[in-house]
Nanobody, 114 residues
Framework: QVQLVESGGGLVQAGGSLRLSCAVS????????MGWYRQAPGKQRELVAT???????NYADSVKGRFTISKDNAKTTVYLQMNSLKPEDTAVYYC????????WGQGTQVTVSS
Protein backbone atom coordinates (compact mmCIF):
# COMPACT_ATOMS: atom_id res chain seq x y z
CA GLN A 1 0.00 0.00 0.00
CA VAL A 2 1.05 3.57 -0.69
CA GLN A 3 -0.27 6.64 1.08
CA LEU A 4 -0.28 10.12 -0.40
CA VAL A 5 -0.83 13.26 1.67
CA GLU A 6 -1.11 16.59 -0.13
CA SER A 7 -0.68 20.08 1.24
CA GLY A 8 -0.18 23.62 0.02
CA GLY A 9 -3.42 24.53 -1.70
CA GLY A 10 -5.25 27.78 -1.07
CA LEU A 11 -6.54 31.02 -2.49
CA VAL A 12 -4.26 33.25 -4.55
CA GLN A 13 -4.72 36.18 -6.91
CA ALA A 14 -4.06 35.82 -10.61
CA GLY A 15 -0.34 36.11 -11.32
CA GLY A 16 0.56 34.69 -7.94
CA SER A 17 2.31 31.47 -6.95
CA LEU A 18 1.60 28.39 -4.88
CA ARG A 19 3.63 25.29 -4.08
CA LEU A 20 1.91 21.96 -3.60
CA SER A 21 3.56 19.10 -1.74
CA CYS A 22 2.73 15.41 -1.69
CA ALA A 23 4.29 13.15 0.92
CA VAL A 24 4.50 9.57 -0.29
CA SER A 25 4.86 6.66 2.15
CA UNK A 26 4.50 2.90 2.14
CA UNK A 27 5.83 0.27 -0.26
CA UNK A 28 7.48 2.45 -2.89
CA UNK A 29 9.03 0.72 -5.90
CA UNK A 30 11.67 2.09 -8.22
CA UNK A 31 10.58 3.07 -11.68
CA UNK A 32 7.39 4.60 -10.34
CA UNK A 33 5.72 7.61 -11.90
CA MET A 34 4.50 10.39 -9.64
CA GLY A 35 2.39 13.26 -10.78
CA TRP A 36 -0.32 15.84 -10.32
CA TYR A 37 -3.77 15.88 -11.85
CA ARG A 38 -6.56 18.42 -11.44
CA GLN A 39 -10.30 18.52 -11.72
CA ALA A 40 -12.30 21.69 -12.15
CA PRO A 41 -16.05 21.80 -11.44
CA GLY A 42 -18.01 20.12 -14.22
CA LYS A 43 -14.86 18.93 -15.99
CA GLN A 44 -12.96 15.68 -16.21
CA ARG A 45 -9.81 15.09 -14.24
CA GLU A 46 -6.79 16.03 -16.33
CA LEU A 47 -3.06 15.52 -16.23
CA VAL A 48 -1.00 18.47 -15.01
CA ALA A 49 2.52 17.05 -14.74
CA THR A 50 4.39 13.81 -14.11
CA UNK A 51 7.91 12.90 -13.05
CA UNK A 52 9.71 9.58 -13.39
CA UNK A 53 13.15 8.84 -12.05
CA UNK A 54 15.34 11.79 -11.24
CA UNK A 55 14.25 14.25 -13.89
CA UNK A 56 12.07 12.81 -16.63
CA UNK A 57 9.11 15.19 -16.64
CA ASN A 58 5.98 15.70 -18.68
CA TYR A 59 3.60 18.68 -18.62
CA ALA A 60 0.20 19.56 -19.97
CA ASP A 61 0.48 22.24 -22.65
CA SER A 62 -1.65 24.58 -20.56
CA VAL A 63 0.93 24.72 -17.74
CA LYS A 64 4.24 24.49 -19.61
CA GLY A 65 6.57 27.30 -18.64
CA ARG A 66 4.52 28.14 -15.53
CA PHE A 67 4.51 24.96 -13.44
CA THR A 68 7.46 22.84 -12.33
CA ILE A 69 7.29 19.34 -10.89
CA SER A 70 10.14 18.01 -8.78
CA LYS A 71 11.03 15.43 -6.12
CA ASP A 72 13.21 15.57 -3.04
CA ASN A 73 16.42 13.51 -2.91
CA ALA A 74 14.77 10.72 -0.93
CA LYS A 75 12.07 10.56 -3.63
CA THR A 76 9.38 10.53 -0.97
CA THR A 77 7.96 13.98 -1.60
CA VAL A 78 6.82 15.38 -4.91
CA TYR A 79 6.28 19.10 -5.41
CA LEU A 80 4.39 21.23 -7.88
CA GLN A 81 5.58 24.82 -8.07
CA MET A 82 2.88 26.89 -9.74
CA ASN A 83 3.76 30.38 -10.97
CA SER A 84 1.82 32.95 -12.99
CA LEU A 85 -1.42 31.37 -11.88
CA LYS A 86 -4.57 32.03 -13.89
CA PRO A 87 -8.24 31.76 -12.89
CA GLU A 88 -8.53 28.76 -15.20
CA ASP A 89 -6.04 26.93 -12.98
CA THR A 90 -8.72 26.80 -10.29
CA ALA A 91 -9.38 23.14 -9.47
CA VAL A 92 -8.88 20.38 -6.95
CA TYR A 93 -5.35 19.09 -7.42
CA TYR A 94 -4.64 15.42 -6.82
CA CYS A 95 -1.33 13.71 -6.23
CA UNK A 96 -0.91 10.44 -8.14
CA UNK A 97 1.49 7.53 -7.78
CA UNK A 98 1.80 4.57 -10.14
CA UNK A 99 3.96 1.46 -10.14
CA UNK A 100 2.23 -1.94 -10.42
CA UNK A 101 -0.84 -0.24 -8.96
CA UNK A 102 -1.99 3.34 -8.77
CA UNK A 103 -2.90 5.52 -5.83
CA TRP A 104 -4.48 8.94 -5.40
CA GLY A 105 -4.26 11.57 -2.72
CA GLN A 106 -7.33 13.15 -1.17
CA GLY A 107 -6.98 16.35 -3.20
CA THR A 108 -6.23 19.95 -2.30
CA GLN A 109 -8.20 22.96 -3.50
CA VAL A 110 -6.47 25.68 -5.50
CA THR A 111 -8.49 28.81 -6.18
CA VAL A 112 -7.16 31.63 -8.35
CA SER A 113 -9.11 34.88 -8.21
CA SER A 114 -9.13 37.36 -11.07
Amino acid sequence: QVQLVESGGGLVQAGGSLRLSCAVSGMIFGGNVMGWYRQAPGKQRELVATIQGADSTNYADSVKGRFTISKDNAKTTVYLQMNSLKPEDTAVYYCHYRDYNEYWGQGTQVTVSS
